[in-house]
Nanobody
Framework: QVQLVESGGGLVQPGGSLRLSCAAS????????MGWYRQAPGKERELVAN???????NYADSVKGRFTISRDNAKNTVYLQMNSLKPEDTAVYYC????????????WGQGTLVTVSS
């Protein structure tokens, strides 16, 4: 089995920063795309950013210029650096990875809450 463990969420004031981490563990041969999604209360889950194995990144328009996604393949970990946070960034953030073991698996983390409020 493959598990994703997220960390780094919390309460931050508007304009502040947070860094989320998501580490994969288990029998992993390699990982294709890694991504971050978020779900705000009463809204559907949406893509925040993703990064392919070659390093190509993609961002939602709402976070471009403020958030940066990166990955450490040696640690099977993906990061999300969030700067200039706004109240509308408040949500549960989930990581997702395309993991190759003996087969291909789409794996989700348990979610970490980010609250932006004064």
């Amino acid at each position: 089995q493959v598990q994703l463990v997220e960390s780094g969420g919390g309460l931050v004031q508007p304009g502040g920063s947070l860094r989320l981490s998501c580490a994969a563990s288990g029998r992993i041969f390699s990982i294709n795309a890694m991504g971050w999604y978020r779900q705000a209360p009463g809204k559907e889950r949406e893509l925040v950013a993703n990064i392919r194995s070659g390093g190509t990144t993609n961002y939602a328009d709402s976070v471009k210029g403020r958030f940066t996604i990166s990955r450490d393949n040696a640690k099977n970990t993906v990061y999300l650096q969030m700067n200039s946070l706004k109240p509308e960034d408040t949500a549960v953030y989930y990581c997702r990875m395309g993991v190759i073991t003996t087969s291909y698996l789409e794996v989700w983390g348990q979610g970490t809450l980010v609250t932006v409020s004064s």
